[in-house]
């Protein structure tokens, strides 16, 4: 973790950003899957999903130039330069969020917090390869305990979706590409927190809204059967979380380290699981429920393995 934070305390600002990027984290995921479960099921496979990460970017758009306006927060006014060299986060950034939500169509919330866990195997090859960051044996151990949870979980998934899955897999990609990216660009491109808040959104919406119209996604979202009121206030939900959301993985990777952001990622699908069962009524066997508390452990003995003395 970075040995720089607020009251002079060494591991202030990467505990403070861990904490919020959790509880954000938590909020997003239940928010984007409670978007298509408040709808009706045979419309639930046509909502327009470009157009719904469209409208969130939006409101994190409104949200930080509207604190930007009021003083609370500062960055520089837009410049195509800074744009440019912000360029390729956004487009992983835009992977991350579509396939992302794509999933909540198909997978349940315990499958899909469960394989994200092995989006770590990608990024602590990562961290070695790029920033030769080394993996001890236990963190070795841990990502094959996760990887090995996942797998036979999925073996037991009563909801199995291969599309679902497919989707799940391009999603791991796109997040492992997008954190260790994003720790390169927020140690070189000279830009505040929110200022990347405001770019990645920004940009995410002029790439979006040419894609919606290249689908006639708009269309689609006019459906009086998607458009309902619990999808409005389901999608501002969701949108107010992934701003939060935005900022609080900027800070924590900056504050810390890729693995470091993957392992509090791993960590806080233990509380998105539970509340996966409960709210959405996951359907799952018994040894199915068994590789998901395998690949939780994992993500313990993970982020064990990260602990000062355990390196």
Known sequence: MSHGGPHGHPYAAGILSCLLYTVCSVSTVIANK???????????HRIPEMSVILIQCFIAV???????????????????????????VNLLFIGMLCSSFICFLYVSVPMITIFKNLTNLVTVAGD???????????TIASILTMTLGAV?????????????????????????????????ATNNIKLTRFGMVYYNNLLSMIILFFV????????DLMDPRILTNEFMFSTLIAGMCGFGL???????????????YAIVGSLNKIPVTMLGFVLFNAKMTNNGIMFLIM???????????KLPGNK
Do not use: H
């Open 34 to 44: 409670y978007i298509s479960f408040g709808l009706e099921p045979e419309v639930r």
């Open 62 to 88: 409104v949200m930080v130039e509207t604190a930007r306006m009021m003083k609370w927060v500062e960055y520089a006014p837009f410049q195509i330069e800074t744009a440019k060299a912000w360029l390729p």
């Open 128 to 138: 070695w390869y790029l920033f030769n960051e080394k993996a001890s044996w236990l």
């Open 152 to 184: 036979l979980a999925g073996a037991n998934d009563l909801e199995f979706n291969l599309v679902g899955y497919i989707w799940m897999a391009v999603n791991c990609l796109f997040t492992a590409s997008y954190t260790l990216y994003m720790r390169y």
């Open 212 to 219: 919606c119209l290249l689908r006639n996604e708009f269309k």
């Open 246 to 260: 935005n900022f609080a993985s900027l800070w924590c990777v900056s504050s810390t380290s890729a693995t470091t």
């Open 295 to 305: 690949a939780t452990l994992g993500g313990f003995l993970f982020a064990f393995s």
